[in-house]
């Protein structure tokens, strides 16, 4: 009668390893599934919203007028939506500079394809959709099959969809856009405009991914570390093709969103929001060294944007200081939260001891 075979020794440490690299994972799994702790630092950006409205309501007495305030909730929604998919972007360790060529691209097509091509309103938002989809995936693939750092990627696809939303109509821009389809996204809705509203349920239906699924629990098991997260199954590839499609999708519907509110399609139209969405994602707490995002920060900052922006104007203060003003806004928020964790940038890693050979 034979004797079963016991494992290697070599098999025995590679299970023995797989097991420790799987802790953090698990680790990461029961926290995101036990009740949240209060975040201080998630706390200020709040605090600082507050700040900041209450400034301006002193400055000036019609900033905190309910008309103004629903000036600046609309101002803020493409802000918003495009920044909600950049925070899955930024949560995976990534970055996604071409979400502002894909709201000009879907934006100018989306409009041809109903003033030239006669397509309805509703066909057309669907297409423009499923192109800010194919233009994601895109991104993701470049990343992921041909190991494409991500700034260098969406650098390249940033210029290539921009050129292709000038190819499209020749560089000009699309005029009489059907009412159906202002209607659809520039409206009203019991007062409230049809652009919060869609960011409102967006935003429910991201955090609902991010937290409460298991492909937002890959998504931060990602940014977290890669390799563990591969060591416990999750297929990485997969996972960051998928951010980046859905950051493509909701880069569309904020290039559909700027068609309603104006009126036109320009081809250039969503060049403007790449910073800011990135920075409203920022200001919100997402991570630039991946493994951490707030759905509801990246509304907040997107919020402290449009509040800003808005004050200013109130003031009277020359357009062109708004950018100094919002990237002194994410230099600070940045700031404070490396400032938080101890500057984890400048700690220089230990040297791992050295195992001595065996015979």
Known sequence: MSQPTLPRKDQAEDRGKNAIDR????????????????????????????????????LNPNF????????????????????????????TGGIDLAVGSI??????VTASLMVNAGTSPFLALLAGIALGLACGAVNGLLITKLKL?????????MS????????????????????????????????????VILVAVLAILCWLLLRRTVFGQNVIATGGSEETAWLSGVRVDRVKIAVYAL???????????????INAAQTDAGSPYLLTAIASAVIGGANLMGG????????????????????????????FYEQIVTGLVVVIAVALDQGSKGWPLLKKKKPEPQKEATA
């Open 23 to 58: 802790r953090p994972y698990a680790t990461a799994i029961k926290k995101s599934r036990t009740r949240p702790v209060l975040n201080l630092q998630a706390l200020g950006i709040y605090i600082a919203a507050v700040v900041i409205f209450l400034i301006f309501g002193l």
């Open 64 to 91: 905190l007028t309910s008309g103004n305030l629903r000036d600046i909730a609309v101002s803020a929604s493409v802000n918003a939506i495009i920044g909600l998919g950049i925070t899955f972007v930024i949560i």
């Open 103 to 108: 709201a000009s691209f879907v934006g100018i």
């Open 149 to 157: 750092p991500p700034f260098i990627a969406t650098l390249g696809t």
């Open 160 to 195: 290539i969809y921009q050129g292709f939303a000038y190819v499209v109509t020749n560089g000009r821009p699309v005029y009489n856009v059907p009412k159906d389809f202002v209607f659809m996204l520039n409206s009203y809705v019991g007062g409230i405009p049809v652009a």
């Open 247 to 261: 950051s493509g999708v909701l880069a569309g519907v904020g290039g559909l969103v700027i068609v309603a509110r």
């Open 292 to 319: 951490e995002g707030r759905i509801a920060g990246t509304l907040v900052g997107a919020l402290i944007l449009g509040a800003l922006t808005n004050g200013l104007v109130l003031l009277n203060v020359p357009s």
